[in-house]
């Protein structure tokens, strides 16, 4: 799970509460020092923690719980909406025919996430177009052809033309009939002035409706000055956070982000193309607490059986009657293995996060 470590600190602190006979003001400090050791260690900055935790301390003592609501979930509901409200800037990514393009300095994941973006668009059945306007990057063009083969979606490029707003021009005209078109634009090692100019050059020509700045999350809370240098710079509308899944810095860019009035839009969880989810605070600080994210997994479950309603309506005759074969079992976990990492599916069950450090979820995976 993304931020495993960050988590399983936060579910240690509520299982404090949870264990307690009574609520009082001692155990409401003992659990803020907690939360503010499981923030710390996940590279939040220090004064967000020091904010966030006065806000729990102050509602968890002040606050009496309604009626019908026991003082321990309603402590527990204070931490959870204030570590939504820590992390919560507006709506993801939305889902409607649009044109993205697609900024960040070299190595962030930018052209990765590009194909992963068009993955998400084309599995909602949005027909997506890919324009390919890295032209320094000797091998940009390659790489986003073959995640481009890889999802099912065309790619526009013009290999040895450096005319990069021409390059766009010709490639929105190609894609006029696409309901998403994403611009894969070059990389620079750092926020020069002539990259500026060329992401300017390329919005005046496309006319994008968002502007999304790629990041690797590993940069920790240096990814909220590099958001704002960016937005400063070209008008970011949103930020997509890359490698979460290999970082303990994870959540110190979330949060960083966060603050700079720039909605983070997705979250890279993986190297596999699925490996990348629209981000929302009620639902992330739902996972990390343990408290799964039952829509999502419906989500998944009717992603995983589509097209085999017919044949999962007979399977399901079939196990009324008594008469469920080998087959019969065998296609039912095809189906639940295109749901999914194993992993990523416990997590979203309610209470499953805490068998994590009991199943060996690789070789699950790899059985199943």
Do not use: W
Request: hydrophobic share 40%; with cysteine; aromatic share 4%.
């Amino acid at each position: 799970m993304v931020l495993e470590g960050l988590g399983k600190s936060l579910r240690n602190a509520l299982d404090r509460i949870k264990g307690a006979t009574s609520i009082d003001e001692q155990l409401i400090k003992d659990v803020v020092k907690d939360l503010q050791r499981a923030l710390l260690q996940a590279d939040v900055n220090v004064q967000l923690v020091l904010t966030l935790t006065k806000k729990i301390e102050e509602r968890a003592l002040g606050e009496k719980p309604p009626a019908g609501k026991s003082a321990k979930d309603h402590v527990m509901k204070i931490i959870y909406e204030e570590l939504v409200n820590l992390l919560d800037n507006g709506e993801g990514l939305r889902m409607k025919p649009q044109t993205i393009m697609m900024v960040g300095l070299y190595g962030q994941g930018k052209t990765t996430s590009t194909g992963k973006l068009a993955f998400l668009f084309n599995k909602k059945g949005f027909k997506v177009g890919l324009i390919a306007a890295d032209v320094y990057r000797p091998a940009a063009y390659d790489q986003l052809c073959q995640l481009g083969e890889k999802v099912g979606v065309e790619v526009y490029g013009e290999p040895g033309v450096s005319d990069t707003p021409g390059i766009v021009q010709r490639g929105m005209e190609h894609f006029k009939d696409k309901k998403v078109v994403i611009i894969d634009t070059s990389g620079r090692h750092a926020l020069e002035d002539d990259l500026i100019q060329e992401i300017k050059d390329i919005a005046r020509v496309a006319q994008p409706d968002e502007r999304f700045l790629v990041l690797d999350s590993q940069v920790g809370q240096q990814a909220g000055p590099q958001a704002e240098a960016f937005h400063n710079a070209v008008g970011v509308t949103g930020v997509i956070l890359t490698k979460m899944d290999g970082t303990a810095k994870g959540g110190g860019a979330i949060s960083a982000v966060s603050k700079t009035n720039a909605r983070i839009v997705c979250l890279g969880v993986g190297e596999h193309i699925r490996d990348f989810e629209s981000f929302d605070a009620n639902k992330f600080i739902s996972r990390l607490l343990g408290m799964g994210d039952l829509s999502s997994l419906v989500e998944m479950a009717r992603e995983g059986y589509e097209g085999q309603e017919e044949q999962m309506e007979e399977t399901g005759k079939k196990m009324l009657s008594g008469k469920f074969t080998l087959r019969d079992m065998y296609q039912q976990m095809q189906a639940m293995n295109k749901m999914g990492p194993l992993k990523k599916i416990m997590s979203l069950i309610p209470g499953m996060s805490k068998m994590e450090d009991k199943i060996d979820f690789e070789e699950s995976q790899e059985r199943l």
